[in-house]
């Protein structure tokens, strides 16, 4: 019936399908497949997909559990009801990878919690795809020990994802080397001559916003700050602090994170008696006077127990992972704190795997064709005995993990005659 229907009627009905299905639609005829793999047609896909899952976003929960990393995507509803549990093909040589970021069903991982190993991947989960980025520039081989900051996000002018690298390798000098990655070109590109004059709190997540990657940092007179990287103009920047946090003399956590696509800032306390955070917006993006500081809490008025907050939801509510691995969600007026039902353990490897993003399900990576890295294999990442395998710690060799083959690559494709 295909065959008397006009394009622009397939595509409007195709884009409407889910990325399961439309895997399966592949299989239909060549000139379907070249349609669903098509950059224009995955373009077309995902912008419906973003605008139909406004009302029910995805949420990406990662936790390690039993020394494996599980990846479950949870609806951002009332019930917080669980949608579907990927197949993760990865095994890392720390106990878990660092998730960078999550931008159009694209994960990007970094295995750098502890060793070196100068492994980056972005993941597409729905369509069994990935890459694995080449070996940076900057390396520990040839540097020694330095700490480093990692961010991913689009480039929708270009229709590139690109990742940039940033590696502090004298602090007394504070000028970072740094290093930005096409996935359109494959290598990895020395902009160090930007000359940042930041430092990135060691381990700060981002949050990616306005095509933008964001970090908390700090400058060169101790003020703390907003950095951001511009990923279509591929330049650095600043956001200012809400209020008077620039100069913080309290060593409260700093966290950024999206809440309903604004910029939000989270300040919290664990460690002392009165635990408490508070959560700040940017009403308008690039505005200062717009920080917003929504509800302040007192954990200890919910008896305390509280590990750190994770997640800001669609209602305003904070996803929080209490210190026996529970996790709840406490409301924006801090009367409330509800028990989702997904429960963990009280073991720090598991508290410190516990993750959320934003996630929307999209064919990226699809339109790269059967040849373009349809899965990272063993044989594509560092071994174990490999001079990649870098440790600023002692007994850097010594490791309790190793690769496991991944033998699950992209769909095999048979046509109808």
């Not at 989960?125 to 080449?134: D, G």
Request: net charge negative; glycine share 6%.
């Amino acid at each position: 019936m295909s065959d008397f229907l006009p394009e622009g009627i397939i595509i409007n009905i195709l884009k409407r399908l889910p990325v399961k299905p439309l895997i399966c639609c592949m299989c239909v005829s060549r000139s379907w497949y070249t349609l669903i793999t098509s950059p224009e047609f995955v373009s077309t896909h995902l912008k419906f997909s973003v605008a139909s899952s406004e009302g029910s976003p995805l949420l990406l929960l990662r936790r390690c559990i039993r020394k494996n990393e599980r990846y479950e995507l949870f609806y951002d509803n009332e019930s917080f009801d669980r949608h579907f549990r990927l197949q993760f093909p990865f095994r890392s040589i720390n106990s878990f990878f660092t998730i960078i970021g999550s931008c159009n069903g694209l994960l990007c991982l970094s295995d750098d919690r502890v060793f070196y190993m100068n492994t980056i991947i972005v993941w597409n989960p729905c369509v069994k795809k990935s890459v694995l980025l080449p070996k940076p520039n900057v390396v520990y081989n040839s540097y020694g020990s330095f700490i480093l900051s990692l961010g991913f996000g689009f480039d929708p002018i270009r229709n590139d994802y690109k990742v940039v690298r940033i590696t502090y390798t004298d602090l007394d000098r504070c000028l970072p080397q740094v290093e930005l990655y096409r996935l359109s070109m494959g290598v990895w590109q020395d902009i160090s001559r930007l000359s940042l004059q930041y430092i990135i709190h060691n381990r700060s997540r981002q949050a990616y916003i306005n095509g933008a990657a964001h970090w908390i940092a700090r400058d060169l007179y101790g003020n703390d700050t907003i950095l951001l990287f511009d990923m279509c103009d591929e330049v650095f920047g600043t956001v200012i602090l809400p209020g008077n946090l620039a100069k913080d003399d309290f060593p409260r956590s700093k966290e950024l994170m999206i809440y309903k696509e604004s910029l939000a800032f989270v300040l919290y306390d664990v460690s002392r008696v009165e635990q408490d955070f508070s959560v700040w917006v940017m009403e308008e993006y690039g505005i200062v006077e717009s920080w917003n500081k929504q509800f302040n809490v007192h954990f200890n008025d919910f008896g305390g127990g509280f590990m750190k907050p994770l997640w800001v939801r669609k209602d305003g509510e904070v996803l929080i992972v209490t210190k026996d691995g529970s996790l709840v969600s406490c409301d924006s007026n801090g009367e409330q704190v509800t028990d989702l039902g997904v429960n963990g353990s009280r073991s720090e490897e598991y508290l410190r795997s516990v993750h959320f993003d934003g996630y929307i399900k999209s064919l990226v990576l699809l339109e790269k064709g059967p040849h373009f890295s349809e899965s990272v294999t063993l044989r594509k990442l560092p071994s174990l005995q490999s001079d990649d395998c870098d440790s600023d710690t002692d007994g850097g060799s010594d490791y309790k993990y190793s690769h496991e083959v991944n033998t699950s690559t992209g769909q095999n494709i048979q046509f109808r005659a």
